[in-house]
């Protein structure tokens, strides 16, 4: 029986490669340092907890809630777009609160997208952001991930020799995988070549708040103009350590904010209201835990950088984000992400992404997640540090057992 057409049009799933070898692992007693999923590992606010705890306490919230998000909550992600970026924004007509910026992308793809519709995408850059089209017809034209001047120069090409025209271009900075961070001046000018070339931005701002060196990262939005094409996604994952909350947020052009609601309405009635309620409050709660765990992240990543390095394997310190984006070491380099993050599994129980799963650009680098604390983190360095060690003898069984197949 053939498969199903949505289905034929998605590759094989490369991360689930790399968990079935760490479940593997550990079904036979092996302790697997998994620096693979983007999954937080600190705990989420205490605050934030009691205020779901006493809202669901509350019968009146096990009720159907509303899909675009209830009102206190639209209006606590205004106040926040208000307080850290300087815009304003209608939270009634250009927010909806989104089961995770994840469900947001893929619901705005089905909301807009015709069939071979053609959308801009950074190559690598998290699967959603392409898939999300792909499963609703698009097709995805691939643009450099970091931003700068070949990227506009590769939009300029892509508007001039795709048939038909483009109708969006999507951005995440800072970036999943790559960490890369964007500047006002870069928006800018993406901007005034989505007004020329009447395209939309679809920003994927969901790492906001973990940042290290310079200023905060800017949002789209602060670009005078810029509500007129761009629709922006965030998410409390992160900033507030809420991953299995599922709680984020997709605001900006009314026309696109409009469409994206309308389509949910057809599929949720949005998440649990206490849920909802305490995410308002987290909104409100005021800076000091995001500070908090923006310092772990850092201590994190200094930790990283050192113990890596010193174990013989140079990671590239990120600005921002919680991952680190990391050339496979010399010798690997032929054999590939998937290859090569399977055999850390096999030979150092340390699990990375391969980066290959974010796009066939990015298969000479894999991905680190910043999710284990700072002992752990060296645990992985020294494993690895023996796993480099032994190198050739590695390659050469890579080698001698793939002439055998």
């Known amino acids: 029986m053939s498969e199903f057409h949505r289905i034929r049009r998605l590759p094989p799933y490369v991360f689930e490669q790399v968990n079935k070898l760490k479940k593997h692992a550990r079904d036979r007693g092996a302790d697997i340092i998994d620096l693979g999923m983007g999954n937080p590992d600190l705990a989420t606010p205490a605050h934030i907890v ?5 809202s669901v306490e509350d019968p009146r919230t096990h009720r159907y809630s509303m899909s675009k998000g209830i009102p206190g909550l639209r209006k606590a992600q205004a106040a926040y777009y208000d307080r850290r970026f300087g815009v304003r924004l209608n939270p009634e007509t250009e927010i909806v609160a989104t089961l ?21 995408c950074p190559n690598p850059t998290y699967p959603i952001h392409a898939f ?7 097709v995805i034209r691939s643009l450099p991930a970091e931003p700068g001047d070949e990227l506009l120069r590769a939009m300029d090409r892509a508007v001039r020799h795709s048939i038909p025209k483009p109708i969006a271009v999507i951005l995440c900075y800072p970036a999943n995988p790559t960490a890369a961070v964007a500047d006002l001046d870069f928006y800018r000018e993406v901007v005034a070549f989505a007004k020329k070339h009447d395209i939309f931005v679809l920003s994927d701002l969901a790492y906001a708040e973990i940042y290290f060196e310079g200023a905060p990262p800017p949002s789209v939005l602060q670009v005078p103009g810029a509500m007129d094409v761009a629709v922006e996604f965030t998410s409390l994952s992160k900033t507030f ?4 909350w599922r709680m984020g947020f997709a605001v900006g052009n ?3 904010i409009g469409a994206l609601a309308r389509v949910k309405s057809y599929l949720d009635y949005g998440a649990f209201a206490p849920i909802q309620i305490a995410a308002a409050a987290a909104l409100n709660g005021g800076e000091e835990c995001i500070d908090e765990m923006r310092g772990v992240y850092h201590r994190r990543r200094d930790v990283l950088v050192e113990s890596f390095g010193r174990a013989g394997w140079e990671v590239p310190p990120p600005a921002a984000s919680m991952f680190a984006w990391v050339p496979i070491p010399p010798a690997f380099r032929e054999i590939g992400s998937l290859e090569f993050s399977k055999l850390l599994v096999e030979k150092a129980d340390v699990a990375v992404a391969p980066g290959v799963g974010f796009g066939e650009h990015g298969d000479e680098h894999v991905r680190i997640a910043l999710v284990e604390n700072e002992q752990r983190i060296r645990q992985a360095a020294r494993s690895i540090k023996r796993f480099l060690a032994g190198a050739d003898k590695t390659l050469h069984n890579v080698v001698s057992l793939a002439a055998h197949r």
């Open 100 to 120: 995770g910026s994840k469900e947001g992308f893929a619901n705005l793809a089905q909301a807009i997208t015709s069939p071979g519709d053609v959308v801009l």
């Open 50 to 54: 009691q205020k779901l705890v006493q």
């Open 241 to 244: 350590s809420m991953p299995g």
């Open 132 to 138: 999300g089209f792909i499963m609703s017809g698009g």
């Open 254 to 256: 009314e026309r696109l």
